[in-house]
């Protein structure tokens, strides 16, 4: 890529003040962007997804329904997995544009490339949809999240994406007192053919448990010290028990999430937000990592 058009570059620049933890300069860069290109539904789903992690959930809200609002006339597109954004921010630090590549694969880029593939992990509809269901479950509104996580499944092209969904959906139902409906979401889940990769962060583990697959205990002992995925697994775990009447557990579990210190994590969020806002954990002091 010769020339790496300007909102790309916003786009990368937002990404890496996000993995360094600096999200309120990712808002702030993705606010100057959106300046010169309001309604612009790629700036505003990287905006809202930075907004969730600065614990700003009513105006990811706000950002990502009007995304959501707008994906009727946008193509779907691949977006650049992680580390392959680090890669190209060092080409373009380093004066080298031509390494850049595309950080967004339409349809028709990607069917004639699709050994390209395997460096775009997420699609800019399912982002979309995915992200306002968090922000939405995270205010407590678990009624709303869920058309938003069942499109964020409908739209998915990733197995993480998939799972990740009907995730959330399966959580959001049992807080409901759904149970019939969250059944209905495992039974979605039994029937994909399950892969394993080095990436995923233990969404497919979650559902096992939910499934009765593996055991709690089991799932605890597969987080092997890994920090991230001891709070992704650890709020699933935490809920779990907490809607199996086990409010006892489901504190230890989510204070342990707390003390990895992943604040980043949708999962920590989760476990801030439930500690905040529901009175079965009212004076839960929020442990953190030292």
């Not at 990712?26 to 990287?46: D, Q, S, Y």
Request: contains cysteine; negative net charge; glycine residues 8%.
């Amino acid at each position: 890529m010769a020339s790496v058009p300007l909102t790309d570059r916003y786009i990368m620049a937002a990404r890496l003040k996000g993995y360094l933890n600096k999200h309120a300069d990712a808002v702030a860069l993705l606010t100057e962007a959106l300046e010169a290109e309001p309604g612009n539904v790629r700036l505003l789903r990287f905006r809202g997804h930075r907004r969730i992690s600065t614990g700003d959930y009513t105006g990811a809200v706000a950002d990502l329904t009007v995304a959501a609002e707008g994906l009727a006339d946008v193509e779907d597109e691949y977006e650049m997995y992680q580390p392959e954004v680090e890669k190209d921010v060092v080409s373009l630090v380093l004066g080298r544009p031509e390494n850049v590549r595309p950080q967004h694969l339409g349809e028709r880029q990607a069917a004639e490339n699709p050994a390209e593939l395997g460096r775009y992990n997420t699609t800019l509809h399912t982002s979309v949809w995915y992200h306002l269901g968090v922000a939405q479950y995270l205010l407590g509104d678990f009624e709303a999240c869920l058309p938003s996580f069942r499109e964020a499944e409908r739209s998915s092209r990733h197995q993480e994406g998939t799972v990740a969904s009907q995730d959330w959906q399966y959580m959001a139902l049992r807080r409901l007192g759904r149970p019939v409906e969250a059944e209905e979401v495992l039974d979605r889940f039994r029937h994909i053919d399950l892969v394993d990769e080095d990436h995923y962060v233990g969404y497919e583990s979650r559902m096992r448990l939910y499934t009765g697959e593996l055991t709690a205990d089991q799932l605890w002992q597969m987080v092997a010290g890994d920090d991230l995925r001891t709070a992704t697994q650890g709020y699933g775990l935490g809920n779990w028990y907490y809607y199996h009447g086990d409010i006892e557990k489901a504190r230890e579990t989510f204070d342990a999430v707390l003390r990895t210190g992943v604040a980043h994590a949708f999962a920590y969020l989760a476990v801030q937000a439930e500690f905040s806002r529901n009175p079965d954990f009212a004076g839960v002091p929020a442990s953190v990592k030292e």
